[in-house]
């Protein structure tokens, strides 16, 4: 099992930038996949980025150029830089873990691109 906190999203310009932190309760170093996905309102879900244990990464293309996932595995941190934000990433962003076969989630923080 492992608990998943995201760092506290914010209202951002478009054309800012936004850093979001999550923070697991265990040590993330035997987690082969961890990622972020986010849910607009109306929206499904959907997937933003992911990164492998050995730090491979996948990003949608809609963010792709623009947003960066990273793992610290020291700190059992993953992390999702966000630049170029658009009101379109709008959404309630979750952390994500694929543990053993079984699915975690954080609670989600919410990020707003407006001016």
């Known amino acids: 099992q492992v608990q998943l906190v995201e760092s506290r999203g914010g209202l951002v310009q478009p054309g800012g930038s936004l850093r979001l932190s999550c923070a697991a309760s265990r040590s993330i170093l035997s987690i082969n996949l961890m990622g972020w996905y986010r849910q607009a309102p109306g929206k499904q879900r959907e997937s933003v980025a992911h990164?492998?244990?050995?730090?491979?990464?996948t990003h949608a293309d809609s963010v792709k150029d623009r947003f960066i996932i990273s793992r610290d595995n020291g700190k059992n941190m993953v992390y999702l830089q966000m630049n170029s934000l658009r009101p379109e990433d709008t959404a309630v962003y979750y952390c994500?873990?694929?543990?053993?076969?079984?699915?975690?989630w954080g609670q989600g923080t919410q990020v707003a691109v407006s001016s």
């Open positions: 994500y873990a694929f543990v053993l076969g079984d699915h975690y």
């Open positions: 990164i492998s244990s050995s730090g491979v990464t």
